[in-house]
T-cell receptor, first 117, second 109 residues
Framework: GAVVSQHPSRVICKSGTSVKIECRSL??????MFWYRQFPKQSLMLMAT?????????EQGVEKDKFLINHASLTLSTLTVTSAHPEDSSFYIC?????????????FGDGTRLSIL | GQNIDQPTEMTATEGAIVQINCTYQ??????LFWYQQHAGEAPTFLSY??LDGLEEKGRFSSFLSRSKGYSYLLLKELQMKDSASYLC??????????WGAGTKLIIKP
């Protein structure tokens, strides 16, 4: 089945550091990738929708200058958390949908646990 | 507004059957997904329903009634490894996924 690779799986860093998370679709082309954040014991919260070759669409309340998204190819999207602070500590998950398959399930990466000290 | 409702938590016994309900009110409907999420892990796909009726897949079955805005996930012969959160998600008219808050299922021996 379709595989989405997310890297790194865990990051621990100091406050003020910028952190980049990569999301790759390994065996399919994904024109759209999704970035989610999940706090403990809460459901997934969509942060932004990443579209290949165009600007990402951010959900209300998500700062686009803080969470930079780049979707430069059909298989790679990156999320950069700029100048991260302890309140940004969370579980970040990407997902991707096969090109042209709106009714297909999103395939999720394994997630990145970000801890800001 | 768009809304997905599912119980916060359920408890069941190993070997038994449990039904997790999901009701939704969305702008349009293009299908409903069920995902399983173990603690600390990403969600994994369980089922997809777009037509009314029951879809069976091994120990798991999913039911949809579009007229009632209702779905359920049925888990049979429960195993301890089924302890997880179960997420209901609806695809709206813009093909965006609207997520429920998830149901935490606790399996007891």
């Amino acid at each position: 089945g379709a595989v989405v690779s997310q890297h790194p799986s865990r990051v621990i860093c100091k406050s003020g550091t910028s952190v980049k998370i990569e999301c790759r679709s390994l065996d399919f082309q994904a024109t759209t990738m999704f970035w989610y954040r999940q706090f403990p014991k809460q459901s997934l919260m969509l942060m932004a929708t990443s579209n290949e070759g165009s600007k990402a669409t951010y959900e209300q309340g998500v700062e686009k200058d803080k969470f930079l998204i780049n979707h430069a190819s059909l298989t790679l999207s990156t999320l950069t958390v700029t100048s991260a602070h302890p309140e940004d500590s969370s579980f970040y998950i990407c997902s991707a949908r096969d090109r042209g398959e709106d009714h297909q399930p999103q395939h999720f990466g394994d997630g990145t646990r970000l801890s800001i000290l | 507004g768009q809304n997905i409702d599912q119980p916060t938590e359920m408890t069941a016994t190993e070997g038994a059957i449990v039904q997790i309900n999901c009701t939704y009110q969305t702008s349009g409907f293009n299908g409903l997904f069920w995902y399983q999420q173990h603690a600390g892990e990403a969600p994994t796909f369980l089922s997809y329903n777009v037509l009314d009726g029951l879809e069976e897949k091994g120990r798991f079955s999913s039911f949809l009634s579009r007229s009632k805005g209702y779905s359920y996930l049925l888990l049979k012969e429960l195993q301890m490894k089924d302890s997880a959160s179960y997420l209901c998600a609806v695809v709206d008219s813009n093909y965006q996924l609207i997520w429920g808050a998830g149901t935490k299922l606790i399996i007891k021996p």
